[in-house]
């Protein structure tokens, strides 16, 4: 399991390459990146994330730990970025690998909905219309009811 | 006890973390401290239910107990991933 948060950009090629690799028992390997987003009637020319150093890196380890307790994974790799970034940088990454696809999908998306609402991190935007703090989504609260 | 302060709560009260001294004996109790001190504070703790609140860099509740407590954290709503 390796967990990392960091300021600067991630090589999402490297990494995928490098998850798993070498090992004749993971049958499944699923990886998920999230892009900075920029559409229509929402330009934004700055995304800039901030976190809570500290609890931040105990989180992801917890939720981490938490998919490992309920799927059977041979490895699992969370980096998230914080500070500024553009439209169409990679902000985050997971990897989960598996003897067989269904636990390493499950695995990823259960990562992804928990990092989303229970990691702590804020997103704000800067675009044509000014700065603003992206708001949690009901739904995405509600997609932690599935697990 | 260290007192921190994320994304628009932060803005709002103006400062990201301060050392509180304080007998509060839940996490509420310390919310109804601090909104009482000055109008920044009134306005960033105007809806607790917009807040969510980590103890010791947990999540927890309101009512969580601050007994020997080090460290409580205020934010919105987290948006990750």
Excluded at chain 2, 27 to 41: G, I, W
Excluded at chain 2, 46 to 75: C, I, M, N, T, Y
Aim: charged share 30%; no cysteine.
């Amino acid at each position: 399991m390796r967990i990392v948060v960091q300021e600067t950009p991630f090589d999402f090629g490297a990494e995928a390459e490098a998850f798993g690799a070498g090992r004749g028992d993971l049958g499944a390997v699923v990886t998920f990146t999230g892009v900075v987003r920029s559409e229509g009637d929402r330009s934004v020319s700055v995304m800039e994330i901030e976190h809570y150093p500290g609890m931040t890196e105990a989180a992801l380890t917890e939720i981490a730990q938490e998919a490992a307790r309920r799927w059977t994974l041979g490895d699992v790799l969370v980096i998230h970025r914080y500070g500024p970034m553009k439209p169409g940088e990679r902000i985050m990454m997971v990897a989960t690998a598996s003897a067989h696809r269904k636990d390493a999908f499950e695995a990823a998306e259960f990562l992804m909905d928990y990092l989303k609402s229970r990691a702590p991190f804020w997103k704000r935007e800067v675009g044509a219309d000014g700065e603003s703090w992206v708001s949690a989504k009901d739904e995405d609260v509600a997609a932690l009811t599935r697990w | 006890m260290n007192v921190l302060y994320f994304a628009w709560v932060r803005e709002r009260i103006g400062i990201p973390r301060e050392d509180v001294v304080t007998d509060a004996a839940t996490v509420n109790d310390l919310v109804e401290e601090l909104r009482a001190r000055e109008e920044r504070y009134a306005l960033a703790f105007a809806d607790v239910s917009a807040l969510r609140v980590a103890v010791d860099q947990k999540l927890a509740d309101f009512d969580a107990p601050l007994e020997g407590v080090r460290e409580v954290a205020f934010f919105p709503p987290m948006t990750g991933g």
